[in-house]
């Protein structure tokens, strides 16, 4: 198993992370808790150090079986994160409560990394109106967290604002081949690596989305290493990156467990030749973009309540990943009614506003027609 060193921190988790947030589910909804373990299980052995849950996930189920599993382990043989949840307390007394209820959650006396969850700029007003900080402080003066960092999703100006305020023990952020311009992105990372601010990451095959190419694209991997999987070229791409020192993967079979084992085991940084491969493959994903909407939003709101980014992002991602099922479930489950493209009017009036110029009326017709054709 591969370790990376937090110098400033004094310690050396393992690369790979096990993120918590997709366990396997029974029938009926709920983690499927043998299976669950038996993953967990697995990695533990395997050498994997780091895991990482947080209070929402699996509606709440995600901490109370980490914290049954994690029992018949050592306390001091693995690294346990998890995550305030900003957007649920309005007091320095619902953190507390929060606080203890993780603690009783995993069944612990303290958390080594403890991070103030998916920051945006209202989150983080929230946390220096409250004096978050300032409590975070004292938890770790009574031992009771290790590390205080925070997971980010909003731009990279906010993440500047963030990072710079104080000393942070780690930041995480989601950074793949394909998100380098989005949320922290390239700037992101390149800021933490200057101010000596380990890094955890998150979504490094894009939800998924890196590991099941369309089949041409694929075969473009397959056909430089047929034994490597398609996620591992994902996996080693943010792993490349010296700054990177956890990269969590959430995985959801015992065969995804093993997969990426095997890719951490004997971690190999991407060569030369590999990550020139990996630039032609993200290339030939963005060239099958149906339009160029860049989700800047100015042609919202729409008269009609259709939610034209959103209708486009949808749309995109389906034509550079190929996975219909997934984006149709997604078009239907994200879009209600109303904000879908077939309620368009044709009236005009986003056209005048987008800046790339876009035919946005055609464009819908043609959203609604491949929907509806999935």
């Known amino acids: 198993m591969e370790y990376r060193s937090m110098d400033k921190l004094g310690v050396k988790p393992s690369l790979l992370g096990f993120g918590c947030m997709r366990f396997p589910l029974r029938e009926g909804g709920g983690i499927d808790e043998a299976e669950a373990e038996k993953m967990l299980d697995k990695a533990i052995a395997s050498g994997v ?16 079986f980490v914290g049954r599993v994690l029992k018949k382990y050592e306390r001091s043989s693995f690294y346990l994160a998890t995550k305030l949840p900003v957007w649920k307390v309005e007091t320095i007394e619902d953190v507390k409560e929060t606080f203890q ?39 770790r003066e009574q031992g009771k967290i290790k590390y205080l960092g925070f997971s980010f999703h909003d731009s990279y100006e906010v993440f ?10 780690f930041c995480q952020i989601q950074y793949n081949y394909m998100d380098r311009e989005h949320q922290a992105g390239e700037k992101g990372y390149a800021l933490a ?9 998150m979504e490094p095959i894009k939800g998924g989305s890196l590991a099941v190419l369309p089949e041409d694209i694929a075969a ?13 070229w994902a996996l080693r791409w943010v792993g490349t990156h010296p700054n990177v020192k956890v990269i969590l993967s959430g995985m959801s079979t015992y065969d995804q467990v093993l997969d990426n084992l095997s890719t951490f085991e004997n971690f190999q ?13 993200a290339g030939t994903i963005k060239s099958r973009v149906k339009n160029g909407c860049t989700g800047c939003r100015y042609c919202m709101p729409c008269p009609f309540g259709i939610d034209i980014p959103k209708n486009f992002a949808i749309w995109n991602h389906e034509a550079m990943y190929g996975n219909p099922t997934a984006a149709k479930k997604k078009y239907e489950r994200e879009l209600s009614e109303s904000a879908r493209a077939d309620q368009c009017r044709k009236c005009g009036a986003c056209e005048k506003e987008c800046p790339q ?3 946005i009326r055609q464009d819908l017709v043609r959203v609604a027609e491949d929907f509806r054709s999935m």
């Open 269 to 281: 940084p991407l060569d030369a030749e590999e990550q020139r491969l990996v630039e032609q493959v």
């Open 160 to 169: 500047e604002e963030i990072l710079t305020y104080r000393n942070w023990d």
């Open 193 to 201: 690596e200057r101010l000596g601010v380990p890094m955890v990451i």
């Open 220 to 232: 473009m991997y397959k056909s430089a290493n047929p034994q490597a999987s398609v996620s591992s």
């Open 101 to 139: 209820e993780q603690l009783d959650r995993l069944q612990v006396d303290y958390v080594d990394f403890y991070l103030l969850h998916a920051l945006n700029k209202e989150r983080w007003d929230k946390i220096l109106k409250l004096g978050i900080l300032e409590y975070c402080e004292e938890l």
């Open 357 to 359: 110029a876009i035919a």
């Open 49 to 64: 150090t780091y895991i990482d849950t947080a209070y929402p996930y699996h509606n709440g189920e995600s901490e109370p």
